[in-house]
Every structure is written in structure tokens, then in C-alpha cells.
């Protein structure tokens, strides 16, 4: 006679909160500033059975097959921020979040009164601006020149806020990819930080292939989910592309076994978005994106990632716990502040698989 058989349970497991991705990290371990040498930071290794390793950046290469692909983001790290005053003498910081047409910006605007439409602004003494009116949270302003020539002349780069100190000429070259090319971006692909010329000779000498998406990492990136219900959540739009050129050579790799490796949270976001819009992914993808990444959610590119340490309760920190696992991102964090990685933008790196499944 047979045991009886198991029931499975029937019991609802309790929705996610944003408890569930907090953690506690100490001050010393944010990075004010990059590593010497792009290519020369820790990486922790978190497998597909998630085990832990710890690496060096350089061990990259060991960790990959000729038939993987590296996806990566050619945005550009625009000089974002201007500071001035406004025509009645009041303060003002601007920090341009998008470009929309060529003297037009959408922006984040620091005053100690709201500025309402008609308002003159005097940015570094030099910039004439009029507020046109808000879209959500945003202002809408109209420059007296175009938008990204004021701002390389007179912006300066839009540090993280965790970042302490005034932006200088280090951090100039530092916030940006070596492969940065699409000017947009208010934040790096910080990810993409860690590679240089000699890390791509060497993955080119592999035989690992490489492409690109674009996506402008908008100033939402850092900024914390605040409601417990992460369902009512509404993530920043952020504009991204993926070309022709990137979805030819994600078939290839398919069709030869290899991997499609995203080289940060911003390329996942955009070949995901894709892929939402287009499950085949056969032609161009380009539009904005609100795609918000929880547990549950099913990858249907991303097979790894290069990513970066993410701040406590960030949609990031959500999107790494959907690839690895929840309990796997908490042992990893654990993991790393014990082992005193360095922390988020300037900080090190981590080479995720995705988790296997039953």
C-alpha cells in the first residue's frame, strides 16, 4: 500500500514589501571616488545556484565563453546641473532631466518658492531661462540657446547625491563609459565604469562579442520606492533604443549558445522593455519605458548582468532580487558589506547569473 500522497499547499506566500529590501550599510563603505584604475575593482561572483566568490574586475573574462555577448549602454553622462538665480534674487539649482527639443528641456528645479510659468531664470550668470509650466514634477523650460551647448559650457556633472564632494575634473572623465556616445544621460551606467580599452582587447581576444543599447538614466534612479505597496509604484520614464544591429547579434548568440550578458541594470531595463514590446525582438525597439522590475517578473533576454551595488530600497535593488532571488540578493549584500566591498556609483562590482530554475 502506497503512503499517501503530499498536498501541495494551497497557502498564498505574502506579498513583497519594502522591508524586504532594505539593509543597513555603513557610511565608510560608499565610495567617494572611483578606483585608480577602471578595471582593477573587486567583482563578487553570485552563480546561478547562487554561491558566492570573490573576485577582481580583471577575473571577468574567466567567467565568460566566446559565444557570450556583452550589452552595453552608449549613453552619455550630460553636464546636467546649472546653478543660479532667479529674476526676483532667490537661489535656483536646475538639473535637467531630458532634452525635448533643442532649446527645451524637462527639469528638476531647487528654489526656495516653486517657480510658476513666465518665471526668468539666470543660470551661472550666463544662461537666460523662462519656466514654461511643470509636467508631473518636472519644469518645463525654454533656454535662449540650445540645451546641451549651454550646458557644456557652463553645467556642471550630476554627482549622486551620496557623493559628497564638488564634481572636478576627475570625476569629468570618471562618470562616463569609455564607450559613452549618445549624450543624455543625467546618470552613468556606473556598471560600465569598471571597463576600459585593455578589459575590451582582452574580451575581443576571447572571441566575446560586444553591442549596444542606449538608455538615458534619468536623476529617478536614485530615488527610494516610498510606498510599502510596491503595486502602486511608478517608476520614471526613461528613453531608450534598441537597434537593429544589437537584435541581429542577440539571434546570433541565441542560435550559437552563447549568453546575452547585460552590462548594467539600464541595459536589462532597455532589452527587457524591448522584449515586452516586441516578444519576437526581430526589428529596432525605441520609446520611453516605466518598466518596473519585481520577484516574479520573467527575463526573456538577460541571461547575466555586470552590475553595481544598489542603494536600499531602489527599484534596482528589486530588479537584482527578480534575477538572483530574493533571499540569494539578501545573502550577497550580506556578504559583501562583511567583506567591506565598496558601495554603489564609484564602488565595485558583482558578475550575477541568472537563478536556475526547477
Sequence with gaps: MRPPSKKLSNRVPAPLSLSDFDYHLPDELIAQVPAPVRSTSRLLHVDSHGRLENRSFGDLPSLLNPKDLLVLNDTRVIQARLIGRKSTGGKVEVLVERITEQDVALAHVRASKSPGAGTLLNLAESVSVTVLGRSDDLFILKFDRPVLEALA????????????????????????????????????????????????????????????????????????????????????????????????????????????????????????????????????QSGDTRLFITPGFQYKVVDAMVTNFHLPQSTLLMLVAAFIGLDTMKAAYQHAIAQRYRFFSYGDAMFLERKSTP
Design 153 to 284: 559650457e557652463y553645467g556642471s556633472v550630476p554627482l549622486p547625491p551620496y557623493i559628497t564632494h564638488q564634481p572636478d575634473a576627475d570625476d569629468i572623465e570618471r562618470y562616463q563609459t569609455v564607450y559613452a556616445r549618445e549624450p543624455g544621460a543625467v546618470a552613468a551606467p556606473t556598471a560600465g565604469l569598471h571597463f576600459d580599452e585593455a578589459m575590451f582587447t582582452r574580451l575581443e581576444a576571447l572571441g566575446i562579442q560586444k553591442a549596444f543599447v542606449t538608455l538615458h538614466v534619468g536623476a529617478g534612479t536614485f530615488q527610494p520606492v516610498r510606498d510599502n505597496n510596491l503595486d502602486t509604484h511608478v517608476m520614471h520614464a526613461e528613453r531608450y533604443t534598441v537597434p537593429q544591429a544589437t537584435i541581429d547579434a542577440i539571434t546570433r548568440t541565441r542560435e550559437s549558445g552563447g549568453r546575452v550578458i547585460a552590462v548594467g541594470t539600464t541595459s536589462v531595463r532597455a532589452l527587457e522593455s524591448a522584449a515586452q514590446a516586441q516578444p519576437a525582438l526581430t526589428a529596432t
